[in-house]
């Protein structure tokens, strides 16, 4: 008897967007992503690297990692997959959710 888990789960990064002022921009506001503590983690490893590290792009909303590193500092690439088990990492808006679920309902 052969048993195979699967395991269908997709990593979840909730994420807050808020329109801040900034005086100093050309449309006067910029955008602040703000992870939330409820996102849940694909592995353990990722997890822990997050509490090392920042790897959160406040920016854009996304995880980071460290790109280059060059004598003026260094240049970080928004990840989509995560390093360490190759998981897929959606990222939601706790604002606007996807409706994924709704289109897997649908299906015959
Ligand atoms: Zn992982």
Redesign the pocket.
């Known amino acids: 008897m052969k048993s195979i888990t699967l395991i269908d789960f997709i990593?979840k990064a909730l994420y807050k967007k808020e329109t801040l002022k900034d005086p100093e921009s050309d449309n006067n506001t910029y955008s602040n992503f703000t992870l939330k503590r409820d996102t849940e983690?694909?592995?353990e490893?990722?997890k822990n690297y997050c509490k090392k590290f920042t790897v959160w792009n406040y920016e854009h909303g996304k995880f980071a990692i460290v790109d280059q590193i060059t004598y003026e500092g260094h240049s970080v690439q928004s990840i989509d997959f995560?390093p360490?088990?190759?998981?897929k990492i959606d990222y939601e808006d706790e604002n606007a959710p996807t409706k994924t679920k709704r289109k897997k309902v649908a299906k015959f």
């Not at 360490?84 to 998981?87: H, I, K, L, R, V």
């Open positions: 990593m983690f694909c592995c490893k990722f995560c360490f088990c190759g998981e």
